[in-house]
């Protein structure tokens, strides 16, 4: 089946589950594509592991998990050099899905500019020169007065992979009361994190990623690695996220442990998908 097929039988299904052999056709057609832009690996400056194959991944996951829809407009928040957005080129409906990233470092949205969007024109990318300690320390806005350049009721689709990851508490709920002003009734956020609850606290069974060796950052909902700038790598209590979402008018659809924790899951970081039902905002 070509691609061009696969888009219209979805299109004309959209309330349907997609089919589980057409998704798992268009993610290896993907992974073998080698006309898809990929950025050289020494400038890759977010995100572990093959770039292609994860994006391919996190794309069944947005549709399997997410719901999400080729006809979707998509705003990906932190998209970096295009990890996510390439994998979605071949899945957006040309006419109309709309997808719009945005990042704080200049050279990931100049690449996707350069690579992408003369390919696929209904991508477009942004820099917004938010200020974190990390990716854009000299950054001039501020997280906590982010104010992201789109209208209200913009967006199905609103991506956020390990966002609040390397995110203070207070900015978490700016971010999220931006989401949840941006999405459209109905429409979905689809959002990764490390969530420490108390088997993952206490990871009496030692199977936790070693890299992830969380310990509590004083009496807050945080959690460090001791070893690694703050922002590196940051966990959250238990509720935590789902209280943030709550007050950003956004309604948990579903909540998925990951394998960081050391449990069988199909996807590594913990993962929710949480839906704007529209009033009471």
């Given amino acids: 089946m070509s691609e061009t097929a696969l888009r219209n039988e979805s299109a004309t299904a959209t309330a349907l589950p997609a089919r589980e052999d057409r998704v798992q056709w268009l993610l290896e057609s993907i992974q ?6 990929q950025p050289a690996p020494d400038s890759v400056f977010v995100g572990d592991g093959d770039f292609k194959a994860v994006g391919a991944e996190f794309l069944g996951h947005f549709i399997r998990m997410g719901g999400l829809q080729p006809e979707s407009r998509v705003l990906d928040i932190g998209c970096g050099i295009g990890r996510m957005a390439v994998p979605l080129t071949q899945y957006l409906d040309l006419e109309k899905g709309r997808y719009s990233g945005i990042d ?25 020169d938010i200020a974190h300690d990390l990716y ?20 199905d689709f ?10 203070p508490p207070d900015e978490v709920l700016i971010y999220l009361s931006e989401v949840g002003r941006l999405l459209k009734s109905g429409g979905r956020l689809f959002m990764t994190a490390f969530v420490v609850d108390p088997i993952a606290a206490t990871n009496e069974t030692g199977r936790r990623d070693t890299r992830l060796a969380f310990q509590r950052d004083g009496d807050g909902p945080c959690w460090f ?6 922002l590196a790598a940051v966990g959250f209590d238990d509720g935590f996220l789902d209280n ?24 590594y970081q913990d993962v929710f998908v949480a839906e704007y039902r529209g009033g009471g905002r």
């Fill in 32 to 37: 073998r594509n080698r006309f898809l832009p």
């Fill in 104 to 128: 704080p470092v200049e050279g990931g949205i100049a690449w996707c500019r350069r690579f992408i969007t003369p390919a696929y024109p209904n991508f477009a990318f942004q820099r917004v």
């Fill in 136 to 155: 854009n320390p000299k950054g001039k806005i501020s997280g906590k007065a982010l104010k992201l350049p789109y209208a209200d009721r913009h967006f």
């Fill in 158 to 167: 609103v991506i956020m992979t390990s966002v609040v990851t390397h995110l």
């Fill in 225 to 230: 690695v001791p070893e690694l700038p703050p």
């Fill in 244 to 267: 943030a979402l709550r007050r950003a008018g956004l309604t948990t659809a579903l909540k998925s442990f990951g394998s960081w924790r050391g449990q069988q899951a199909d996807h």
